[in-house]
C-alpha cells in the first residue's frame, strides 16, 4: 500500500531562518496531498494542501512543491517564528469520489525556532 | 463552531474489557474519521464512516467496530482490550471529498 517518508525527521532553527521539510509517497495513484501540523499540546490542524494537477501553492509563509513525476513534495517555511514550531506531517490520498479521503501520514517532522 | 469533540480525553483499560470512545462535531459533515497515532508513528486510519456506511482497513478490519447513530456522533469500540491498543485515538471530521479533515484533541487510551 502506499507509504509516505518525511525528511528530516526533525530541525531546530534560528528565528528568522527558512526551513525545507521534504516528502514522498509511493503510490502514483494518489493526488491530495494535505499538510497538518500539531503545536505541543495541541490537535492536528490543516496548513496547506495541493491537488496533483498543480506544481506550486503558496499561502502567506508556506510554499508548497510538488513533483508527479518524482512523487515527491517539499513545504518551504519562511521567516520562522517560535510559534511554528511543531510536528509537521506530509500526507497522501487517492481519489474515493464521494466518500471521503483516506489520509496516509507521514511520520511527522519536528520543527523547533529558537527565539 | 469548528471543533470536533472527543470523550474521555483519557481511559484507562483493563486487558481484556471493553472500551468504547466518543466522537462528537457540530459542522454537519458527511464523512467521520477514526485514527491511531503511537509515540514516533505516523497516525493510522483505523475505519470511516461516509454518511452511514461504515469502511473499515483491511489490517485493523477484526479488531475495531463503530458506531454513528446520527451525523453528529461516531464511536470507537474495542470489544477486547490488549497491551497493543494503548495510544492516542483521534477523530477527525471532513465534508464530502478530498476536503480538509478537522481534527479532535484525541483520546489517550493506556491498556494495563
Known amino acids: 500500500g502506499e507509504q509516505v517518508e518525511q525528511l528530516p525527521s526533525s530541525l531546530i532553527v534560528q528565528e528568522g531562518a527558512s526551513v525545507l521539510i521534504n516528502c514522498s509517497y509511493t503510490?502514483?495513484?494518489?493526488?491530495?496531498f494535505p499538510w497538518y501540523k500539531q503545536e505541543p499540546g495541541k490537535r492536528l490542524q490543516f496548513i496547506i494542501d495541493?491537488?496533483?494537477?498543480?506544481e506550486r501553492k503558496q499561502t502567506q509563509r508556506l510554499t508548497l512543491l510538488f513533483d508527479k513525476k518524482t512523487k515527491h513534495l517539499s513545504l518551504h517555511i519562511t521567516a520562522t517564528q517560535p510559534g511554528d514550531s511543531a510536528i509537521y506531517f506530509c500526507?497522501?490520498?487517492?481519489?474515493?469520489?464521494?466518500?471521503?479521503?483516506?489520509?496516509?501520514f507521514g511520520i511527522g517532522t519536528l520543527l523547533s525556532v529558537k527565539p | 463552531d469548528t471543533t470536533v469533540k472527543q470523550n474521555p480525553r483519557y481511559k484507562l483499560a483493563r486487558v481484556g474489557k471493553p472500551v468504547n470512545l466518543i466522537c462528537s462535531q457540530t459542522?454537519?459533515?458527511?464523512?467521520m474519521y477514526w485514527y491511531q497515532k503511537k509515540p514516533n508513528q505516523a497516525p493510522k486510519l483505523l475505519l470511516f464512516?461516509?454518511?452511514?456506511?461504515?469502511?473499515r482497513e483491511a489490517d485493523t478490519f477484526e479488531k475495531f467496530q463503530s458506531s454513528r447513530p446520527n451525523n453528529s456522533f461516531c464511536s470507537l469500540y474495542i470489544g477486547s482490550a490488549g497491551l497493543e491498543y494503548s495510544a492516542m485515538y483521534l477523530c477527525?471530521?471532513?465534508?464530502?471529498?478530498?476536503?480538509?479533515?478537522?481534527f479532535g484533541p484525541g483520546t489517550r487510551l493506556t491498556v494495563l
Open positions: 500526507s497522501a490520498s487517492k481519489n474515493y469520489g464521494s466518500s471521503g479521503n483516506k489520509l496516509i
Open positions: 503510490d502514483s495513484a494518489s493526488v491530495y
Open positions: 495541493i491537488r496533483s494537477n498543480m
Open positions: 459542522m454537519n459533515h458527511d464523512t
Open positions: 464512516y461516509y454518511d452511514k456506511i461504515l469502511n
Open positions: 477527525a471530521s471532513s465534508r464530502t471529498g478530498l476536503a480538509e479533515q478537522f
